[in-house]
């Protein structure tokens, strides 16, 4: 991945236009799976219903994922604010790097799970995916596990991905937000330049 450098006369103040409709488009599904996943939990009256719902959404979550990577890798990302340090700069990288692989990880385990219980994932009417892991008790033990503490630390990721925007946007007012925005900014905030790039 190309990471985010010093702004030049050709260096976009925005993120890509597709990589801005993929980012809202994206964070309500995750928002959404999220708290399903919770409910599921504490709720055993919807629990059916909720599951049907959770299954196919992580599919459609891992496919987003993927488009967002390959639009990520070819599209330049606009110079990180002069509000950041170094050390928070590193952080946003690797949080962005670990908040990628979770959201392609997380899916991929969940239907490995489901293939090692011989349960189906089924996106709609007849229409399910094939198994990708072998019948096994063990194997689905493990891989329950892993999707918990994958869904902690995918739940522990977005949320500090939240936090630090807020904190930018409510606390140092440095217009951060701007530059994922898809509803016209205000003079002063990032142009509209890079969207011919898109």
């Known amino acids: 991945m190309t990471n985010q450098t010093n702004e030049t006369p050709t260096t976009p103040t925005r993120f890509a236009l597709p990589s801005r409709i993929l ?50 890798l070819t599209h330049r990302l606009p110079p990180f604010l002069a509000t950041m340090g170094r050390a928070e700069r590193r952080i946003a990288t690797w949080s ?8 392609l990880a997380q899916p ?8 090692a219980a011989r349960f189906p994932v089924i996106l709609a009417g007849p229409l399910q995916l094939p198994g990708i892991a072998p019948h096994d008790v063990d194997v689905y033990g493990a891989l329950r596990r ?18 630090a925007v807020l904190f930018h946007t409510l606390g140092l007012r440095d217009r951060l937000l701007d530059r994922m ?8 905030g990032p142009q509209q330049r890079d969207e011919a790039q898109a």
């Open 23 to 72: 980012h809202w488009l994206m964070a309500p599904m995750v928002i959404a799976q999220l708290l399903i996943g919770v409910i599921m939990i504490a709720s055993l009256t919807y629990h059916p219903l909720l599951l049907a719902i959770h299954r196919p959404l992580g599919i459609v979550i891992l496919v987003f994922a993927a488009v967002r990577l390959a639009n990520r």
């Open 181 to 188: 925005a898809l509803w016209p900014t205000t003079p002063g």
């Open 146 to 163: 892993a999707h918990d503490v994958g869904a902690l630390l995918l739940f522990l990721t977005f949320t500090a991905h939240v936090c």
């Open 108 to 115: 991929l385990i969940g239907w490995a799970m489901l293939s």
């Open 96 to 103: 962005e790097y670990l908040l990628y692989a979770l959201l």
